[in-house]
């Protein structure tokens, strides 16, 4: 069945979304430890790899029945080990992510409406969560629009960016060993379209070119996305003294998404700057917030059997677990932000990268066909593999 031209930029759309997020907030501040250079070759690595490994997921989903989350994958190709390992990894994966996308709305809004952190969390979820609850649909269209808005403001940020950029600030004098074992895993959540990748597949009506092609290019765009960014705040911000990186790296792990901007404000004295780049980094943080809440909302469905039970009830239950308690822990831990995403690499690392080389290789066994045949490939897999054990032993040693 073919699948119409519209959807398929719908779903491009939401692969980007989900993918520029919190990573694009944060991604200054860890680079800015490490150097230009050096965090550019890095990032670029790991696109490569999650790309890869979202191809991996699209084949292993599609060799399923449709509607197969995370939890009928593995319970089908990894046994209940896989399974219960599946299930920790995907609920604390995504769970940490969202408090990372609650707590930056929290504190990018602020810096628009000062209603306070806790009211803008509350209001920024009982919004975007009713698009959730409504369907893939309704996040596709929110995102076509969100993501118009976004890449117009972009292109407004650069103009005004480019003339105080000092390239100089891109080549810094110092290097923080420590800081890349941190970076590292962040770097990989950068790119987790993964997580999106069933209600994807039914979007798309199991149209195996469509669902790949939506990958790729919805991952590349974030890919470029990133290093404009990254070019624009690391060469617009010192590195030292006053209104500099120093600031943040003083705050370590309380650094959040509303201090980059102000500091962004301060070095660019530019007023016209100031509103564009904030509702840029506002609408960042709301489309990923959609794929992400939207990949927890289906796993539940799908993982706890709700789809048995009436409509609204099944609905109730599934808004509830699904935003309730990321948002708790974003009142109690407001400024959650960065500590969040470097909790997010081990379980990223687990679910999206080491995992889906183990069920490709278990369908590989049983004779599978592959409906992507360029990513049966060995060397691409087990190298794979080794990367995301390296993510996984960073994150435990550091």
Known sequence: MSVSLNRQIGSIFIVIGTEVG???????ILIAHIGFIL??????????LMTYTALLLCEVNLALEDGASFAGMAQRLLGWVGQTITWLSFLILLYTIMVAYISAAGSSFNTVIPLGQHMISLVFVIIFGSLVVIGTIMVDWANRILLSIKLLLLLFVCVVLT??????????SFFNEHIILV?????VTSFTSHLIIPPLRTYLKSDAKALARSVIIGSIIPLVLYIIWIT??????PYTGENSFAVLFAKGTQANVGD?????????HNEVFYAPVSWFSNISVTTSFLGVSLALYYFLIDGLKLRKLPALQKNIIATLLTFTIPLLVVWFYPNAFIKALGYVGLCCAVLLIVLPVFMIRKLKQQGHQFKISYINNDLFLYTALILGIIVILIQLFS
């Open 22 to 28: 919190a990573g694009i907030l944060a991604l200054p």
């Open 39 to 48: 965090g550019c070759l890095i990032m670029l690595i790991a696109w490569a």
């Open 163 to 172: 003339p105080s950029i000092q390239f100089g600030h891109l080549l810094p």
């Open 183 to 187: 970076a590292l895993p962040v770097f």
């Open 232 to 237: 624009g705040i690391l060469g617009v911000i």
């Open 260 to 268: 980059i901007l102000n500091l962004m404000r301060s070095n660019l």
